[in-house]
Nanobody, 125 residues
Framework: QVQLVESGGGSVQAGGSLRLSCAAS????????MAWFRQAPGKEREGVAV????????YYADSVKGRFTISQDNAKNTLYLQMNSLKTEDTAIYYC??????????????????WGQGTQVTVSS
């Protein structure tokens, strides 16, 4: 089992920055990918950024490329999402997720075995 706990959400004005953290604990050795997803009211959960835990390759949704950066600190078992130039449309609950599956569609919600409880990010104009 893996436990994921997010932190760092909050309220910020458009153009501002936030950094989300996700602390992983438990049996983390077989995690292949970690990701950030978000879900806005009335919308489906969507992938924001993914990182391959082994090689460190990163992948981003088009809507956040150039503004968000996903990273990991393996020594601390912590995942980060640095969010810059925030827009009102970035407002959502942000979830940390972990997958033990290798390859396939990295944006598919169902491939992720473990999820955090979510943290609210609100961007105002």
């Amino acid at each position: 089992q893996v436990q994921l706990v997010e932190s760092g959400g909050g309220s910020v004005q458009a153009g501002g920055s936030l950094r989300l953290s996700c602390a992983a604990s438990g049996y983390t050795y077989n995690i292949e990918y970690m990701a950030w997803f978000r879900q806005a009211p009335g919308k489906e959960r969507e992938g924001v950024a993914v990182i391959a835990t082994g090689g460190g390759s990163t992948y981003y949704a088009d809507s956040v490329k150039g503004r968000f950066t996903i990273s990991q600190d393996n020594a601390k078992n912590t995942l980060y999402l640095q969010m810059n130039s925030l827009k009102t449309e970035d407002t959502a609950i942000y979830y940390c997720a972990a997958s033990t599956l290798y390859g396939g569609n990295l944006w598919r919600v169902a491939r992720y075995n473990y999820w955090g409880q979510g943290t609210q990010v609100t961007v105002s104009s």
